[in-house]
């Protein structure tokens, strides 16, 4: 099957940068099916809460894979709603203008039900990106100011439903965020992040549909021989399969492959 | 042929969970090349005892070879002896598993002298698990964190001349221990990285590490996957994926 990876950091605290490493890993990539990387940035390595330079810093970089390798890499542009409408739009702006951004990245900036993200959406209507929102369930992890809850994504999605948004992280959000998901059609999820659990991947397909699951690794934290395989192993028919490795990730992103 | 050191049959009280019988789970493992797997009752995890969730295991396995039961003994109950001794009068055990934080004692804690002498004169295998799931995902209400790994170390060196196998470590944790201790081998359940394997290599020999998918609760096809495509000798794979464990459980 051909496999498209929504959800891939291959430089991540600037390990990886080098055109050896980068060569290695999309040869490593190929030999498990993996055709296409959205390579979303180096985004901790200067906190949660990276100022404006330091994001031009990662953006670029990001920029570099996707113009070494445009056959391989598609980037997103990496922001902090917090920095403002001015810096966000700028940022968007001067990386949409590149070739190769398709979307914007967003981390532990802060919550995203803050009212800082209408500037998100204004930047993703503005060119034509599709949002990216780090997600996980805070029902364990106390830190609701910067971790979004799926609930806090799922009411991103819900004031802004001109703009499309990935829930990442569906081990993350769990079943309680497939939950929070459904009836929201411009709301994606990513299955991206943590151990394989059993079951979730199916669940995801039954409240979600099968066009709304979209494969992802969240390399290198994470072994694409166990996510895809968790896709593989799931029960659900061939034909979906393919949709969430592939074809719902190519279509959202307007992706034309060879 | 795999060997799966980390498989667990019965019921699940927190995840939509199909109830899998003995030769369903046989076919589940045997869908990902896996033809014989060490196999401990889950419902004994929760129960104030563990016997019936044993009892019910042997049974359920009896007629299906391809799993071999690994019953749980809690020593911190007043009967950890007489739960061994029914246990290996029940079936042909090779190993036993405790688990410490669901069961409420500390690897540390006194009464584990006693239990490691008995464990070493039956000659059976002891294996530890450290977790089950990934605690940021556990139910709301239950507290329980995975096994201190201060407490394995603390434990490995007070019983030095013990092998022990852990199941269900994090790949942070393994290193940690594998730095200062030989006398443990471990599972790859809960290990992971970009080509996890070949990192963890880096850090412990190859035969100590085995097998384990934590079957039903993360994905088998996903966990045997790990191994099965990792860019690693063919020699490495199979020590990992049978070897090791037909060696050290004596299959």
Known sequence: MRIIDVHTHPVLFKQGRKPAEVRRLIAHGRRL??????VLGDVLLYGAQPNEAQLRLMN???ARLAREHPDYFTAFVYLNPLLGERAVMAEAERCAARPGFRGIKLEIANNAAHPCMRHIA???????????????????????????????????????PDVKIIMAHL?????????????????????????PEEGLIEYAVEHLGPDRVLYGSDLPIRENSVTIGRILGANLPAATKQKLLYGNTARLLNLKLA | ?????????????????????????????????????????????????PMPANEKLFAA???????????????????????????????????????PNYHNYRLTARRMDDFMAAIAKTGLKLIVNVRLEDERHRYFALKIKGVPVKDIARFLRRFPTHHV??????????????????????????????????????????????????????????????????QIPARTKALIGTENARRFFKL
């Open chain 1, 33 to 38: 099916g993996i055709v296409h990387m959205i």
């Open chain 1, 60 to 62: 670029d970089e990001n």
């Open chain 1, 122 to 160: 204004k930047a993703a209507r503005t060119f034509n990106l599709v949002v990216l929102q780090h997600s996980w369930s805070t029902t364990n992890i106390k830190d609701r100011k910067h971790q979004s809850d799926p609930i806090d994504t799922a009411l991103f999605a819900r004031r802004h």
């Open chain 1, 171 to 195: 081990t993350g959000v769990g079943f309680r965020g497939v939950l929070e998901a459904k009836g929201l059609p411009n709301l994606w999820v990513d299955t991206s992040g943590g151990f």
């Open chain 2, 1 to 49: 042929m795999l060997i799966d050191t980390n498989v667990n049959l019965g019921p699940w009280p927190f995840a939509p969970l199909p109830e899998l019988s003995a030769p369903q789970l046989a076919a589940r493992l045997a869908t990902a090349g896996i033809r014989r797997a060490l196999v401990a009752p889950l419902a004994a995890v929760f129960l104030p005892d």
């Open chain 2, 61 to 99: 396995v009896r007629r299906t070879p391809a799993l071999l039961p690994v019953p749980v003994i809690n020593p911190a109950l007043a009967n950890w002896r007489e739960q061994l001794d029914r246990c290996r009068a029940a079936a042909p055990i090779r190993a036993v598993k405790l688990f």
């Open chain 2, 165 to 230: 196998f852990f199941t269900g470590l994090y790949r942070p944790e393994l290193k940690q221990l594998a730095a200062d201790h030989k006398n443990f081998s471990a599972d790859i359940a809960f290990c992971e990285w970009a080509e996890t394997v070949k990192d963890l290599l880096s850090v412990m020999p190859a035969r100590r590490l085995m097998l384990g998918t934590n079957t039903p609760l993360l994905s088998t096809r996903a966990q045997a996957d790990k191994l099965r495509l990792a």
